[in-house]
């Protein structure tokens, strides 16, 4: 028998992005696993698992309780944005370390997270929950244009748009309004104020209420009207870092979390942040990764940490610069090449290709999302912002992603 503690991890996800995060926790961990499939490459990171419909709340939390019967579990997580809320309801039925569910809905749920800043003083963007394309118009032409409609119960940018004028407005409702019926905390589509300014993240960590803000950072978001990822930058030592920590944990503390780590994301207005959201989770993107390389912490393990209700250790050892690039095709159609030319420096950390030469991409502007649209991704390591910035160019550079576009 181990002597290591026993985690409960709810819904691993993907082994392209997720995969760095499983094996940090199986570092200090046991780990079962609560899964919608049968494991594959999880295998050598689990001791367990239990296989169950995890988008039906009971059926979960049967098979939680079921691990917890065949083991003694320490902690519940998830970094999956879809399972949070009954991720905390099965902590809470075990009696472990949790966010209230409630707390993990004001996540989910935009609307109530934009009353919640509100009622706190955080500053964040005028937002208006509406039913109608009729009641989205209205909202559109009290804000003002531009606007951004999305739905209010979702991830990932999916069916986020940016609408200039009356004109764009029914096809961006459209859209906005299929992605939210899929929403399990809240269905409404959003019109919000469109926050014009550099994008960036904040990781954050709360242990017993007091949260620590990690790392800052700086996206690069496709051109309008879409809000595609296509790289992320952190450097340790980022001058942001004083600037947006106490919006960020005003944002925690208005949510009501007291523990877990946060992906905090805000926008710089004439260089003060304003809130877009709070994602109770760790970052998607390998943005954990990018916080380990630059920084030294282990996110993924901290996270593991406060699901057991331990302090995690926060301390910085290295003080460096990390980014991710995302690779897309220009347009959409059959994959007929994909390939890097370059050769492989130290300072290139991974390159990943996650499709083949006859795959089908299909681009945001297509109808497609980032689950249809990327072809893989490049890491690279620095000394600063402008270093990996410049390294980010040199391999994508190298790279050629061609597709066969249909007629």
Not at 250 to 257: D, H, R
Not at 292 to 306: F, H, I, K, Q
């Amino acid at each position: 028998m181990s002597a290591r503690p026993v985690v409960l991890v709810v819904a691993p996800g993907d082994e392209n992005y997720r995969g760095y995060c499983l094996e940090q926790v199986a570092d200090a961990y046991d780990v079962v696993l609560l899964t919608g499939t049968e494991p594959s490459w999880e295998k050598p990171h689990i001791t367990d698992h239990a296989v169950v419909d995890l988008s039906d709340p009971a059926a979960l939390l049967a098979g939680g309780q079921a691990l917890a019967g065949r083991h003694d579990i320490a902690g519940v997580m998830t970094w999956d944005e879809w399972s949070l809320v009954p991720t905390a309801r099965l902590a809470r039925l075990l009696g472990l370390s949790t966010n209230a569910p409630e707390v993990m809905q004001a996540c989910r749920d935009k609307a109530l997270a934009r009353s919640l800043f509100a009622r706190h003083g955080v500053p964040s963007a005028a937002s208006v929950s509406v039913r109608t394309r009729q009641e989205a118009e209205a909202a559109a032409e009290r804000i003002g244009y531009p606007v951004v409609l999305k739905p209010a119960s979702h991830a990932g940018a999916i069916g986020v748009l940016r609408v200039d004028d009356r004109d764009q407005l029914t096809a961006a409702y459209q859209a906005a309004e299929q992605t939210a019926g899929q929403g399990t905390e809240s269905t409404s589509v959003l019109v919000e104020e469109f926050l014009d300014g550099p994008e960036i993240s904040v990781e954050c960590v709360t242990y017993r209420g007091t949260t620590t803000v990690v790392a800052v950072n700086r996206k690069t978001i496709s051109p309008p009207p879409h809000f595609e990822q296509l790289a992320h930058r952190i450097d340790a030592a980022d001058p942001l870092l004083g600037l947006v920590a106490p919006a960020a944990r005003a944002a925690v503390e208005a949510l009501g979390i007291t523990t877990g780590v946060s992906h905090i994301e805000m926008r710089l207005v004439h260089g003060r942040p304003r809130l877009i959201e709070v994602n109770g989770r760790l970052a998607g993107d390998m943005i954990g990764h990018l916080v380990r390389l630059a920084t030294g912490v282990d996110l993924p393990r901290a996270a593991a940490d406060l699901a057991c209700g331990r302090d995690p250790d926060l301390t910085p050892t290295r003080s460096r610069a990390a980014a991710i690039g995302l690779i897309y095709p220009r347009a959409s159609g059959t994959l007929s090449h994909l390939s890097h030319a370059g050769p492989r420096p130290p300072w290139l950390d991974r390159l990943h290709f996650q499709r083949r030469p006859g795959d089908r991409v299909v681009l945001p502007q297509d109808g497609g999302t980032l689950f249809t649209a990327r072809a893989g991704f490049h890491i690279v390591t620095g000394r600063n912002t402008a270093e990996v910035t410049e390294r980010l160019d040199t391999i994508a550079e190298e790279i050629t992603v061609t597709t066969q576009v249909d007629r």
